[in-house]
């Protein structure tokens, strides 16, 4: 009589091998789709415009005052806090907007000139123009006929 692989192996400790990996792996699906979808916050797109960098940001029900960005060399940072808005104890069916504070930090190629960064915030968009520091601007060069 020849024996497959799982000689030794009765039905009954296959079931119990069974359930110590459903015991292990309990709402691992869930933990693991709400990690790989994550997103950071807020939702960024940075762009190159030739002498700046145009930074835009969603930043829903935001107002001004409750962000705070800063530049430092070649480092965007932007910072802030949205606040929960339902009362306490809401029982919610679906619950997928954010709350709490936040930070996003971007490095970009080159350096910015900080004094001249400019922000504003429209409709639930946050637009940051960050100008190139003098050195990181191509220059052109003359050509001497001689």
């Given at each position: 009589m020849v024996r497959g692989y799982l000689t030794g192996?009765?039905?009954?400790?296959l079931r119990l091998r069974d359930r110590h990996f459903e015991?292990?792996?309990?709402?691992?699906?869930?933990?693991?789709?709400?990690?790989?979808?994550?997103r950071p916050f807020p939702a960024l797109n940075i762009r190159d415009a030739g002498d700046e960098f145009v930074a835009e940001a969603e930043l829903p029900g935001m107002k001004a005052e409750e962000v705070d960005i800063s530049v430092v060399g070649s480092e965007l940072t932007i910072r802030g806090e949205r606040?929960?808005?339902?009362?306490?104890?809401?029982?919610?069916?679906?619950?997928?907007?954010?709350s709490g504070s936040f930070t996003r930090i971007l490095r970009l190629p080159v350096e910015i000139n900080a004094e001249a960064v400019k922000a504003e915030l429209r409709d639930g968009v946050l637009t940051v123009r960050l100008p190139k520091a003098e050195a990181a601007k191509p220059r052109k060069i003359a050509v001497e006929v001689k």
């Open positions: 192996f009765e039905p009954r400790r015991e292990l792996f309990r709402g691992f699906p869930e933990a693991a789709g709400r990690v790989l979808n994550a606040r929960e808005t339902t009362d306490e104890g809401t029982l919610f069916h679906c619950r997928e907007r954010r």
